[in-house]
């Protein structure tokens, strides 16, 4: 088993930067890669990045590429996600999700970090 904890959400005005944290801990060599998603009021559940646990690589949504990084920090078993230029539209909770190695789809779900973009 993983567990999931994030950090940092918080209410911020358009153009400032947040950042959040994804720590995991238990089987954390069980896990593949680990990702950030995001569900605002009303819409569905929306992919934002993802890391690879031990490579490195990064996928981001079209809608971040350029504003947010996703970064590990593998001594610590965290996952972080710097969001920068911040737009009302990113206004979402956000969800750190682990996958584990064959698992074929995230497993492991965090409890959700609320972010808040005034315009």
């Known amino acids: 088993q993983v567990q999931l904890v994030e950090s940092g959400g918080g209410l911020v005005q358009a153009g400032d930067s947040l950042r959040l944290s994804c720590a995991a801990s238990?089987?954390?060599?069980?896990?593949?890669?680990i990702a950030w998603f995001c569900q605002a009021p009303g819409k569905e559940q929306e992919f934002v990045a993802a890391i690879n646990w031990s490579g490195g690589s990064t996928y981001y949504a079209d809608s971040v590429k350029g504003r947010f990084t996703i970064s590990r920090d593998n001594a610590k078993n965290t996952v972080n996600l710097q969001m920068n230029s911040l737009k009302p539209e990113d206004t979402a909770v956000y969800y750190c999700a682990a996958q584990g190695r064959g698992a074929g789809r995230y497993n492991y779900w965090g409890q959700g970090t609320q972010v808040t973009v005034s315009s």
């Open positions: 238990g089987a954390t060599f069980s896990i593949y890669t």
